[in-house]
């Protein structure tokens, strides 16, 4: 079976392509495109011109044909029968000819267009969070999808339209120069006009698609933006500031895609009529060659088709030329993701044998990339194993932050961060993580069965670990409830079940996983009491014995937490016991008051 070039090149060598001029990383991204597909691409051509035949064998038989019948005294009947049974032959030969070209030409674009989204979607896998979150979802949705799709289109053209149309004129000249040089010449001159009239209209289509584009990945983004901000748009009776600025984006991409419609009429018209004038010329130049006894009256007929199919090749390459701009353009767009640099902060390769659990924080600062302002300022924390963690503060106080850099998604500005002794910029992040739980606010949930939540990730889990899990999560009774029971679907992000029923959910996840590490990012902070009241209790039995950072506002459900870390614009305020704290009567003593 063959492999897909630029799935395999992309895997393992993402980086291998260093340049940073965007079209010479099209061109590399096109030519591993088709890299693995050689042979397909080759039988594809072999067959395309075994089937085509028939456009460059009419012309001369046809041409045989009117020269026996004109000059009867030099020709007998014999010849016009081998004519008609040579283009019968040859004419019926394309059924199966044509088969096998687009056999071969499906398998490697549509070997292509999979691999190629399967790359895409893998190299996301691999990018930095921090990217994730300056990509919005429906601009990565066009990319996947319209982009791809253009990119296919682009394959086919460029194997079956472009490289037909350059073998029709290759193959046109070359017989007419065997038969008339001066005509051949003739014929020639067309090209440089071509090439002339691309040139000109090139820059004008490349920039119209380039906006209609980048138009499109925004309209993406702010219908899946829109989308997923309807019940909150209805909670407020804000439709119509949503429609109108979607009426708004709408409208500029409105305007872009009547530019470019446009620029390709006029680029299609133009071209139109500029070789149908050519076409009459060639007429009149073959027609005086014929009058004057140079050529014979048949072969006005064979020139002219040949003109023509010199003609209408150019004419195709003229036509698609703006599907070629777009497919440019989008391999452009995807290659911004598949030569990104912006890959996993941590490249380490330590696998940790075992892990106990403890977490030392020295000196850790941290900014984002796009601002100077630090979210931690010489953040310091030695966690022992086992231990449970709080963090609390005021929003911006940099405490999720510091549940992202535990998971590793952020790596610090300046300082280290150790795992057991054992710096974070040695261990594999990809293996570190299995021995992780995260347990967040909004819980993510995916469109499967109550079962496959649960388990997700992981095989051969036994009925009698997954109902230990099921109890110590305190699931029966919304599994019970359940038409279906652990068959359950739980709808798109979980939108069948109540924030409660999600919530317990993902600690039943987090449990089957025996992590040693947990993070719980205000687990229940959008609950009502009952149903705090049950997460609470599921959530004892998931932090037993294990290393836990939580992150809460509601300060009573982390009275049994270890300790308690007080945190200030990006800083260890105070650490300690409730009771500690509380009897200090230091920031958290204030917070606390504050919610009395």
């Avoid at 009426?247 to 409105?254: A, E, V």
């Avoid at 909004?442 to 051969?460: A, K, M, P, V």
């Avoid at 945190?567 to 409730?578: I, S």
Wanted: hydrophobic share 40%.
């Amino acid at each position: 079976m063959e492999k897909s070039g630029l799935k395999e090149e992309l895997d393992f060598q993402p980086l291998l392509f260093k340049g940073n001029n965007k079209k010479e990383k099209a061109l590399h991204t096109l030519f591993l495109l088709y890299k693995g597909q050689s042979r397909n691409i080759f039988l594809s051509f072999f067959f395309f011109l075994i089937k085509h035949s028939p456009v460059w064998v009419i012309p001369v038989t046809t041409a045989n044909m009117i020269n026996i019948a004109s000059e009867p005294s030099k020709h007998n009947l014999s010849g016009l029968w081998i004519n008609l049974l040579v283009i019968c032959i040859v004419i019926i030969q394309n059924i199966p000819s044509q088969m096998l070209h687009m056999s071969y030409l499906s398998k490697a674009s549509r070997h292509v267009e999979a691999g190629l989204r399967s790359t895409l979607i893998r190299k996301l896998q691999h990018l930095s969070i921090s990217y994730h979150g300056e990509l919005r979802s429906g601009k990565l949705q066009a990319k996947i999808l319209r982009d791809v799709e253009n990119i296919e289109i682009l394959s086919k053209q460029i194997m079956f339209t472009f490289a037909a149309a350059i073998t029709n004129v290759v193959v046109a000249i070359a017989v007419t120069a065997y038969k008339n040089f001066y005509i051949a010449i003739f014929f020639i001159l067309v090209i440089p006009v071509a090439l002339v009239f691309v040139s000109v209209f090139r820059k004008r289509l490349q920039r119209r698609n380039r906006e209609f584009r980048t138009e499109i990945e925004h309209m993406s983004g702010q219908v899946a933006e829109t989308v997923t901000m309807i019940p909150v748009t209805r909670a407020h009776g804000l439709e119509d500031l949503e429609i109108k600025k979607t009426d708004s984006t709408l409208y500029k991409l409105k305007g872009k895609g009547y530019k470019l419609d446009l620029a390709e009429a006029l680029f299609g018209s133009m071209g139109w009529v500029v070789f149908q004038l050519f076409q009459m010329f060639c007429l009149v130049f073959t027609a005086i060659l014929a009058y004057r006894g140079e050529i014979q009256v048949g072969d006005i007929v064979m020139y002219q088709a040949y003109f023509t199919s010199i003609l209408m090749s150019v004419n195709q390459i003229i036509t698609v030329y703006p599907q070629l701009a777009k497919g440019y353009e989008s391999i452009v767009s995807v290659s911004e993701i598949l030569f990104s640099e912006e890959q996993e902060e941590y490249q380490g390769k330590r696998n940790l044998n075992e892990i106990k659990g403890t977490l030392t924080f020295e000196q850790v600062h941290f900014h984002y990339r796009d601002t100077n302002k630090h979210v931690l300022n010489d953040f310091q924390l030695e966690v022992k194993s086992g231990e449970c963690i709080a963090f609390v503060g005021e929003s911006g106080a940099g405490k999720s932050t510091v549940l992202n850099m535990i998971v590793g998604f952020y790596k610090p500005t300046s300082g280290n961060i150790s795992l057991d002794g054992i710096p974070f910029d040695e261990i594999n992040m990809k293996e570190y993580r299995k021995n992780l739980a995260v347990v967040p606010q909004n819980t993510i949930l995916f469109s499967g069965s109550i079962r496959e939540n649960i388990t997700y990730g992981l095989t051969n889990i036994s009925e009698n670990k997954l109902n230990k899990v099921i109890e110590m999560a305190n699931l029966n009774d919304v599994i019970a409830d359940m038409p279906n029971g652990l068959e359950t679907l739980v709808g798109e992000h979980g939108g069948r079940l109540s924030g409660g029923q999600r919530q317990r959910i993902a600690i039943a996840r987090a449990l089957i996983r025996d992590p040693k590490i947990i993070l719980l990012d205000e687990a229940t902070s959008a609950l009502d009491n009952k149903s705090e009241l049950q997460v609470q209790q599921a959530l004892k039995e998931l932090i037993h014995g294990r290393t836990t950072f939580i992150v809460a506002h509601r300060l009573s459900t982390i009275r049994d937490a270890d300790r308690i870390v007080v945190m200030k614009d990006g800083r260890c305020e105070e650490v300690g016991t409730y009771e500690e704290l509380m009897a200090n009567e230091g920031e958290f003593y204030q917070l606390k008051q504050m919610q009395a």
